[in-house]
């Protein structure tokens, strides 16, 4: 059964598109992600509720027998444990609607995957700055391509070989060949 048959704008466009009851519940999900992260910014993706801070943090959906929270939260094995129950095939949770909503586990959850997206973006911004470009680690005699200098927001460096290997040893400059 499809209560949606247009993509939602917003996620009250996408409330709105479910039967009173499961409004209900969408909004207490809506509101308990909102206590758990103020911050964060609404928005919807995949056609679904999401909720983003530096990047996508935690979806989440209304189905015909369940709520859907995505992306799947490992790590802390408490909450891996309470939450074993409702693990989808894919890792994914799966709140059945004819049970109570655990709203108290999924704001542990959101805590928990705010700390993990945090973690990850760390970890992201760190093998950046590892990976940055700069005229020291740079060899004369090696091809350089300026750009991926620029790209890292550096200047290129001062002594660029403009000369390309051919396959063979043999190596032309541009313009060498007519």
Known sequence: MKYLQTSPKSIDDYISGFP????KVLERIRRTIRKAVPRAQEK??????AFTLDGDLIYFAAFKNHIGIFPPVRGDAKLNKELSRYRGEKGNLKFPLDEPIPYELIGRLVKFRIKEHLEKLSTKRNKKKAMTITSSNLSDSSFVD???AFRHGEAAPRRVSWRRPIPGGVSFLPGDIS
């Open 20 to 23: 009173d009851d499961l409004q």
């Open 44 to 49: 919807i993706s995949y056609k679904m509720p």
């Open 146 to 148: 300026h750009r991926a």
